[in-house]
């Protein structure tokens, strides 16, 4: 007698599930081993490169001497500042521009021609209007992360089933009805995208003005300590933008599965 | 927004009128060895004394066809009186205007001539006194069942609770309790449709109007959902307009079968079917129901074969 072996379906999910942590785990091993290496046997000039050791014992001594919290604080609050100024602005200007014909044609053009300049050669003119401070990095900030929002909600409104309109206008439903009732909730999927590529791009928007001309935050210390050849510090800062932006990306993208249920199961590729 | 005015023709078309009265001469000469207008078929219905729910006059519906910037007539001058309780299906060819005559019905296509009135009340758009049944179950996929039933009623205005207990009826009636709390994804075509049959019932309308409501279902589950809707329909004695391409579908369901034209559409013929209610699903296998059904489709076949309508 024969006997088939059938492996449950989340059995099978949960080994490719591990095989590729273990797969991903041993290339940044081996990524980091190899780095440590060329610093040990100074293959290339150890000043240039530092260690993960390195890094780790400059990131201790910063947190002990309270400046990676102190300059962490400061970006943070940038960056929040500005990433909620362009949540609050661009979520309702997004849909605004995706709903109303009008408003498309108007704007549309201007948005994109400001949506093509890089914000960040405009730096120098919000150090100019608004000083070396924390204002002129918030403004950064803001006009990075709101295009995705805005582009993201636009389309959103684009992409309304035009059959649950039907089905809606049949039940007499006025428009404000047909926007809450479905514009609204077709857009929230849209806006979790907007939000993780909004983060991105703020976070970039955080560290370049404060490269460009702070006196305090992770990019200011990023940029000193580059200046200064401490090359540990530099991977310590570099570091430190890299577990935030994950941590970010993390959280928003759990946030998004919550407003997701009611797409069901996204078939394991 | 796209999709929103898309079937809406917000200005009156004056030339349609003209163009009606051109193809009304066409159509005499079509059709002068069949059957002339719905009036004569009306005559059967002199010794119903039910009240008139549904009053259709002459109502002519025109598409600006926006490629050719010419105007075409969909429905050319149709009157139909449907009573209260009565189940009138119409049958055509694909494409010959019988959905437009709905969506006309329902107020989401404007008529250009003529008048729809239900209770006596004029037509001008969408109202809560009809609710339509579409083709495809279209519910919300962010809704679980139970708020999908719930639609229509919250639209009208109704709080959510109250909505609910109005629903709970029609939920129990079309057997959907236990799947409140299901997505519609979770859902089969079949049982998706009686999500959409529920939530237009739950509305509670003076006539309901279905658009070819089995069509997109697979052959056994719209034999099984015809069944529920004759059965259904027989315990609720709802006004019911509907379109279907299915001829038993039309004789199984209906008091009468209405049979319109090649495009533009007008009344060939309106087919009492007198088979007594209750009716089951086994009335197919009947010599009277095959009768009924070769009748229809002789009168579609020879207007398709002299009009060249297919």
């Given amino acids: ?269 | 927004m796209p999709g929103y005015k898309k079937n809406v023709i917000k200005k009156p078309i004056l030339a349609v009128r003209e163009s009606a009265f051109f193809f009304e001469g066409s159509n005499h000469i079509v059709n002068a060895g069949i059957k002339i207008m719905s009036g004569i078929a009306q005559g059967y219905l002199a010794n119903d004394n039910r009240p008139v729910k549904l009053s259709i006059k002459n109502i002519v519906v025109g598409y600006l066809d926006k490629q050719s910037g010419h105007t075409l007539v969909a429905v050319d001058r149709v009157s139909l009186d449907i009573r209260e309780g009565e189940f009138v299906t119409i049958v055509g060819l694909s494409g010959c205007g019988k959905s437009t005559f709905l969506n006309a019905i329902a107020g989401l296509v404007k008529h250009q001539h003529g008048e729809i009135r239900v209770n006596d009340r004029i037509v001008n758009g969408p109202g809560t006194d009809r609710a339509v049944v579409f083709q495809k179950a279209s519910l919300l996929p962010w809704r679980k069942v139970g708020r999908n039933i719930t639609y229509g009623l919250e639209l009208s205005g109704m709080k959510l609770a109250e909505a609910r207990e109005k629903a709970s009826y029609y939920v129990n009636l079309i057997r959907l309790n236990g799947f409140e709390n299901h997505y519609p994804h979770q859902l089969s075509g079949g049982m998706q449709q009686r999500v959409n049959l529920a939530r237009a019932l739950a509305c509670d309308p003076e006539v309901l109007l279905l658009d070819e409501p089995f069509a997109a279902l697979d052959a056994i589950t719209r034999e099984l959902m015809q069944n529920e809707l004759l059965e259904l329909c027989e315990k609720v004695g709802k006004t019911v307009v509907m379109v279907t391409h299915q001829i038993d579908e039309a004789v199984l369901l209906s008091d009468r079968v209405i049979i319109f034209s090649a495009r533009p559409a007008y009344v060939l013929d309106d087919i009492p079917i007198p088979i007594p209610r209750p009716r089951k699903g086994h009335i197919k296998d009947s010599e009277e129901f095959r009768e009924l059904v070769s009748t229809i489709w002789r009168v579609i076949e020879g207007n398709a074969n002299i009009g060249g309508g297919i």
């Fill in chain 1, 1 to 269: 007698m024969r006997h088939l072996t059938v492996f449950p379906k989340s059995t099978v999910a949960k080994r490719e599930k591990v095989l590729n942590l273990l797969l991903g785990s041993s290339v940044i091993v081996l990524f980091l081993v190899g780095w440590e290496l060329l610093f040990q046997l100074k293959i290339v000039n150890p000043l240039f490169i530092s260690a993960p050791s390195r890094v780790v014992l400059a990131e201790i001594a910063m947190i002990k001497d309270g400046s990676l919290l102190k300059n962490l604080t400061v970006s943070a609050k940038e960056f929040l500042l500005g990433y909620g100024a362009a949540v609050l602005i661009g979520f309702p200007f997004g849909i605004i521009l995706g709903w109303f014909k009008l408003v498309r044609g108007s704007f549309g053009p201007f948005i994109a021609a400001l949506q093509a300049t890089p914000r960040v050669a405009l730096m120098p003119l919000f150090i100019i209007w608004f000083g070396l401070g924390i204002t002129s990095k918030i403004v950064v900030v803001l006009m990075s992360a709101i295009f995705p929002l805005i582009v993201n909600l636009r389309v959103a409104m684009t992409t309304i089933d035009a059959d649950l309109v039907h089905v809606a206008r049949a039940y007499g439903a006025s428009r404000w009805q047909i926007f809450h009732s479905i514009a609204f909730p077709t857009s929230l999927p849209f806006l979790m995208t907007g939000l993780r590529l909004a983060a991105g791009r703020g976070l970039l928007g955080v560290i370049v003005a404060e490269v460009f001309g702070g006196a305090e935050g992770i990019g200011y210390m990023i940029q000193y300590a580059g200046s200064t050849f401490q090359t540990d510090k530099v991977f310590a800062g570099v570091l430190v933008v890299a577990v935030s932006g994950i941590t970010l990306d993390f959280s928003l993208d759990r946030l998004g599965r919550h407003f997701d249920r009611w797409r069901g199961e996204v078939p394991v590729h």
